[in-house]
Every structure is written in structure tokens, then in C-alpha cells.
T-cell receptor
Framework: DTGVSQDPRHKITKRGQNVTFRCDPISEHNRLYWYRQTLGQGPEFLTYFQNEAQLEKSRLLSDRFSAERPKGSFSTLEIQRTEQGDSAMYLC???????????FGPGTRLTVL | DQQVKQNSPSLSVQEGRISILNCDYTNSMFDYFLWYKKYPAEGPTFLISISSIKDKNEDGRFTVFLNKSAKHLSLHIVPSQPGDSAVYFCAASVGGGGADGLTFGKGTHLIIQP
């Protein structure tokens, strides 16, 4: 399967803990995106990488959120000191440059107790 | 302020008939539009897209129409099949995404009845 993969698929954590999610994009795609989706809403854009450069991070929800893509391949999204309001589906997508569709992974469902 | 609006939370259509899903947008800078389909507990699946230089794009049973003057697009599914039951999201971007990502509507839950 050469689609976008995400790990883990589900994460349950206690409030105050740190969590990290991984995304492996489609191999030839140089753009990588992170989104968050809550119940009854469409995905909400968080951050964007072009190769290893993070070109947009102002939409990350707070300074507790950070993302990396160290070698321009896989990416990680970390949430520090999780809060109950962070409970959501976190989606990763990748695309080639230009007007092209973004292809999404299956998502990581985060539950903060 | 929602820049992409899907005003019908749900739509019920009989199997074999046409399903029409609607989407309105407010940002005149959007120049690339997409439709995604989503099943529960899965990520969105890309269906079809259209650039603002076109007014129609077809792919099999799916056709997207774009009316730039009205800032409106629609997705037609003909004929509708039971497997089409899902939540459909309209999304828009400037230049394919880049630093602004995709802006999504809230989705329309399509139910295909036998």
C-alpha cells in the first residue's frame, strides 16, 4: 500500500501527558500537511511542510503544538501537556507541488481523559 | 467566519437517482476546489477536483460544476449507489493549498436509500 500512513491509529492519554503522532506521506510527494477534525466539523488546517521546511505554522492551535519533518520524508506532530479539548482526530495529508489534490491518511484518534 | 459553507447537513436520495451536493464559498481568491468522501473512523478520500479556469469536470459517476460568479459549486453523483452513503466535504484552496492548506466545509451526510 503506497498511500499515506499514520501511527498510532488511536491514542488514549491522561491530561498533562505529552503525545507524538507520526505520518508517512506518499513517497514522491514533497508537500505534507497536518489537520485536526472535531465532531461535526470539517478538517481544520494546522501546519504545512515543503520538503523539510515548515512554511506555515501560525495556524497551530497553541505553543503546546509542534511539528517536524527532519529529512523531508516522515513527519511528527507533538502535543505537550495535553488538555481534554485536544481530543480530536488528527489527520495528515500529502501532495505534489501545485494544483493537485491532497491525499489523506487514516488519522490518529486522540482521547484525553 | 466560514469561508466554505455546506448548508445541508444531510441529504437522503433513493438508489439509482441523482445525488446533488451543494457548496458555497466567500473567498474570491480560491482557485482550486475539491470534493472528499469520508466514512466513519477513516480519513477523507479524494473524489474529484476542479480548477477555477473550468466550469465542469467529470470522472465516471461524479461531476463537479463550478459557478464562479455565484461562488457556488456542486457535486452530482449519477446513479447513486448504496456505497455512496458517507459524509461529503467540499474544500477550497488558493493555488492548490501550500501555506494556506485546504479550507473545508462542515460536510453533508448523504444517505442512499434502497
Amino acid at each position: 500500500d503506497t498511500g499515506v500512513s499514520q501511527d498510532p491509529r488511536h491514542k488514549i492519554t491522561k491530561r498533562g501527558q505529552n503525545v507524538t503522532f507520526r505520518c508517512d506521506p506518499i513517497s514522491e510527494h514533497n508537500r505534507l500537511y497536518w489537520y485536526r477534525q472535531t465532531l461535526g466539523q470539517g478538517p481544520e488546517f494546522l501546519t504545512y511542510f515543503q520538503n523539510e521546511a515548515q512554511l506555515e505554522k501560525s495556524r497551530l492551535l497553541s505553543d503546546r503544538f509542534s511539528a517536524e519533518r527532519p529529512k523531508g520524508s516522515f513527519s511528527t506532530l507533538e502535543i505537550q501537556r495535553t488538555e481534554q479539548g485536544d481530543s480530536a482526530m488528527y489527520l495528515c495529508a500529502s501532495s505534489p507541488t501545485g494544483k493537485a489534490p491532497q491525499f489523506f491518511g487514516p488519522g490518529t484518534r486522540l482521547t484525553v481523559l | 467566519d466560514q469561508q466554505v459553507k455546506q448548508n445541508s447537513p444531510s441529504l437522503s436520495v433513493q438508489e439509482g437517482r441523482i445525488s446533488i451536493l451543494n457548496c458555497d464559498y466567500t473567498n474570491s481568491m480560491f482557485d482550486y476546489f475539491l470534493w472528499y468522501k469520508k466514512y466513519p473512523a477513516e480519513g477523507p478520500t479524494f473524489l474529484i477536483s476542479i480548477s477555477s479556469i473550468k466550469d465542469k469536470n467529470e470522472d465516471g459517476r461524479f461531476t463537479v460544476f463550478l459557478n464562479k460568479s455565484a461562488k457556488h459549486l456542486s457535486l452530482h453523483i449519477v446513479p447513486s449507489q448504496p456505497g455512496d452513503s458517507a459524509v461529503y466535504f467540499c474544500a477550497a484552496s488558493v493555488g492548490g493549498g501550500g501555506a494556506d492548506g485546504l479550507t473545508f466545509g462542515k460536510g453533508t451526510h448523504l444517505i442512499i436509500q434502497p
